[in-house]
């Protein structure tokens, strides 16, 4: 997965997320809309068949977009590999 950034600034972050669809970003949008450093983050496709998600973070005065998303990627990767360890330990 890519990643295209469209748009920055130091509180608006507008990323196109390359070859992703709703099973990716499902998790990334709803950990960005609990978290409550952000103001407004959603993500949009043209067409599910021909476009890529685009994913806007807008966060609150004196928070980083970048910064939320990458905390988020680190939440959403101890999660998995959490469960990797929960199903693949018990086989050993």
């Given at each position: 997965?890519?990643?295209?950034?469209?748009?920055?600034?130091?509180?608006?972050?507008?990323?196109?997320?390359?070859?992703?669809?709703?099973?990716?970003?499902?998790?990334?949008?709803?950990?960005?809309?609990?978290?409550?450093?952000?103001?407004?983050?959603?993500?949009?496709?043209?067409?599910?068949?021909?476009?890529?998600p685009?994913?806007?973070?807008?966060?609150?005065?004196?928070?980083y977009?970048?910064?939320?998303l990458?905390?988020?990627?680190?939440?959403?990767?101890?999660?998995?590999k959490?469960?990797?360890?929960?199903?693949?330990?018990?086989?050993?």
């Amino acid at each position: 997965m890519e990643f295209k950034v469209l748009e920055k600034d130091e509180g608006r972050l507008v990323i196109k997320v390359l070859d992703a669809d709703a099973s990716v970003m499902y998790p990334i949008i709803e950990q960005l809309i609990e978290d409550e450093r952000v103001e407004d983050a959603n993500y949009s496709v043209e067409h599910q068949e021909l476009d890529d998600p685009v994913l806007t973070i807008r966060a609150i005065e004196g928070e980083y977009p970048k910064e939320i998303l990458t905390d988020i990627a680190e939440s959403i990767k101890g999660q998995f590999k959490e469960l990797y360890n929960e199903l693949f330990e018990e086989e050993e």
